[in-house]
């Protein structure tokens, strides 16, 4: 069975974004341990979920980023090149490259994907798709990448739980830049 991975950046009071759904908090140069940290993690990967408000900027964003050659490096070209499925209520039509676009039940549909042949699944959010994945009890690994900021108030990712979950942590990596890497995995109370 594909493991369906969370990798998401948060601040050290826990969230995602800003109120505003900002996040001009995150450190913004990786340095160069963390970029093949994070290149690791996709490795085993072969599709990207993500929501369709984090698409808006995230699938721009990688494909300027690897039509770049100053900045373009591996991390970018496995951001851009990993095919990518966009959850979306509303949306119908896009026009991004190397990605399709679900409407349908979230749970069932990553449900269905996880017991599919292929790689493993990454997800980077947003925080409302994050919510659900982790109410569902879907995601099987957490990476947690810990800003060294606090922002008082903000998008959460757990405020949907309706019970515990306890998380083991298996590491804890610091880099450079500031950032620590959780790397956890949930036990789920079903």
Not at 2 to 13: C, E, G, P
Not at 22 to 32: A, G
Not at 175 to 182: D, E, N, R, T
Request: proline content about 6%.
């Amino acid at each position: 069975m594909r493991k369906l991975i969370l990798q998401m950046q948060v601040s050290v009071d826990g969230f995602v974004a800003d109120a505003q759904g900002d996040t001009d908090w995150l450190t913004p140069e990786w340095d160069q341990q963390l970029k093949d940290h994070a290149l690791a993690l996709t490795k085993p990967v072969d599709l990207i979920l993500i929501g369709r408000k984090l698409a808006d900027t995230f699938i721009p964003a990688w494909t300027a980023r690897a039509g770049d050659p100053d900045i373009a490096d591996a991390y970018t070209h496995r951001m851009n090149d990993l095919p990518k499925m966009v959850f979306s209520r509303t949306q119908t039509e896009h026009g991004w490259q190397n990605t399709v676009l679900v409407n349908e039940a979230l749970p069932e549909e990553v449900a269905r994907l996880k017991k599919s042949p292929g790689g493993d699944i990454i997800t980077y959010g947003g925080s409302k798709l994050a919510a659900s994945l982790i109410q569902e009890a879907l995601i099987d690994e957490f990476y947690l990448f810990v800003n060294p900021v606090a922002i008082g108030k903000g998008l959460p990712i757990f405020h949907q739980l309706e019970q515990r979950l306890s998380l083991k942590l298996i590491s804890a990596t610091s880099f450079p830049c500031g950032i620590v890497v959780l790397f956890y995995k949930p036990q789920y109370h079903r």
